[in-house]
């Protein structure tokens, strides 16, 4: 059984900063790509950002790249997710997940699923 537990949302003025946890269970936690996406009321899933299983390699979608940055403790068995300059279209539940296959930004490649933490940025 793996479990990944978000935490670290909540509401934010444009402009500001927050940082996202994803505490996962189970000891293989090292083995794996991880990645975040997020939701917004009425819109699919999209991807935000991947991280590699060791931490080497970083992927981000064009919307965030610049502004957000991944990193990984693997030590902890927990990803982060730094999400700096918000914007009110940052706004969504934001959800880690654990990769099948490696880095990539397609949802049906990650296999376990947190369940979300609420991001909202006010204008």
């Known amino acids: 059984q793996v479990q990944l537990v978000e935490s670290g949302g909540g509401l934010v003025q444009a402009g500001g900063s927050l940082r996202l946890s994803c505490a996962a269970s189970g000891r293989t936690f090292s083995s794996y790509t991880m990645g975040w996406f997020r939701q917004a009321p009425g819109k699919e899933r999209e991807f935000v950002s991947a991280?590699?299983?060791?931490?080497?390699?970083?992927f981000y979608a064009a919307s965030v790249r610049g502004r957000f940055a991944i990193s990984r403790d693997n030590a902890k068995n927990t990803v982060y997710l730094q999400m700096n300059s918000l914007k009110p279209e940052d706004t969504a539940v934001y959800y880690c997940a654990r990769g099948r296959i490696g880095v990539t930004a397609s949802a049906n490649t990650y296999d376990y699923w947190g369940q979300g933490t609420q991001v909202t940025v006010s204008s």
């Open positions: 991280i590699s299983s060791s931490g080497g390699s970083t």
